[in-house]
């Protein structure tokens, strides 16, 4: 499957002249031939000193089906355990490539896509992405997922110039990878929600093509879950397109609101150990666990707005007294009261959202019920539940509280602290 990178940057209803920086996706058996005619023969022959980065289990993976082009490259193996798209990966990666490098291959999930990406916008550089698993949506991203100096940020990133997913190896990842690329999928009914609501409350940009877009991936996958929790290769070719298809989302609008919000929060919440210990869990599964926390909530306020159980209130500013006693406990009080600045509730009149709560409460419909969310991840083999990542249930309420405050992003779990409900 060759995807037309051309279809997505055409003028749009929204007024947005949507740009694309990829320029080639292949999406089948065989791909890692193609890079190799590319690099050989192609338009990536002019990069004369390439340089892949993988891991300890993505090398395993692959070093036999793309032995020619391991060859040809300096490799940066890192050691898969304990890896993170930290600043200490960035060191770890700069201190051993070589100066004269003008090529990165990310052979890797999302790890190693952040790392290489964030690394080829410091050197400006070009990168290839050649995914190793369906894992996550961030393989076209313009943005790196980073956790910096403890502090969970969004990072300028450089997009890849092509995407070259072999099937002969995505496909036979490990089945948990996969699930966890269905997870951070089944999130956007999420942060689709919550886009729509931040538009409604604050007008705030919103794209109707984008929201297909993701909403067709959701569909796309939700038809062939069964599929890819079996190791089916053409239901894992669809989770790939139905990836790369969120992240060209992400890269017509220039950042990741279509595809990240409530549900993301909660997962990067996890990730800075704010209120637990270091969690075993892949990204997706968090953002799964994230899911079904967001539904339940937006459901209850849902069902509180129709039976006249919902008023606004008044919002007094930032909770600095929690935040102290959270963040600033692990020395980041500073850093979450920055990425809260202008508060982004700021721009929420108390008049608009009382006279929006009805539509508010349409939009949360269109999110499926949670049991029904729940049956969805069941079929895949995804998470469903804070315990299956080892989140004590008792931490529930301080994550919906603590969460918001990760992004500077408007969401309805942000919302929610101007709503009263009984």
Known sequence: MRVDTDDFARPCSCGKEHRIEVKEILIEPGAVNKLEEMMSDGFLKEYISPLIICDTNTYEATEEIMEDI????????????????????????????????????AVGSGTIHDLSRFVAHERRIPFVSVPTAASVDGFVSTVAAMTWNGMKKTMPAQAPVCVIADTDIFAKAPKRLNASGASDLFGKYICLADWKIANLLTGEYICNHVI?????????????????????????????????????????????????????????????????????????????????????????????????RCRVKSYPGLEINLLERTFGAKGLLKETIAENTPDPLSRVSPERLEACLDEIADIIDEIPDVEDLERILDKGGCVKSVRQIGISEKLIPLTLELSPYVRNRLSLMRVRKMLEIW
């Open 70 to 105: 391991y060859d040809r490259c300096q490799v940066i193996i890192l050691d898969a355990e304990g890896l993170h798209a930290n600043n200490q990966g960035v060191e770890i990666v700069e201190k051993n490539m070589d100066e004269d490098i003008d090529l990165i291959l």
């Open 212 to 308: 297909e877009m993701e909403e067709q991936a959701l569909k796309a996958v939700r038809a062939c879950i069964r599929g890819v929790a079996a190791g089916n290769e053409e239901d894992c070719e669809e989770l790939m397109y139905a990836l790369i298809l969120s992240g060209l989302a992400m890269q017509m609008v220039g950042n990741s609101r279509p595809a990240s919000c409530a549900e993301h929060h909660m997962s990067h919440l996890w990730e800075m150990e704010i209120i637990n210990d270091y969690v075993d869990a892949l990204h997706g599964e968090k953002v799964s666990a994230g899911l079904i926390l967001a539904a339940k909530e937006y459901k209850r306020i849902a069902r509180a707005i129709r039976a006249g």
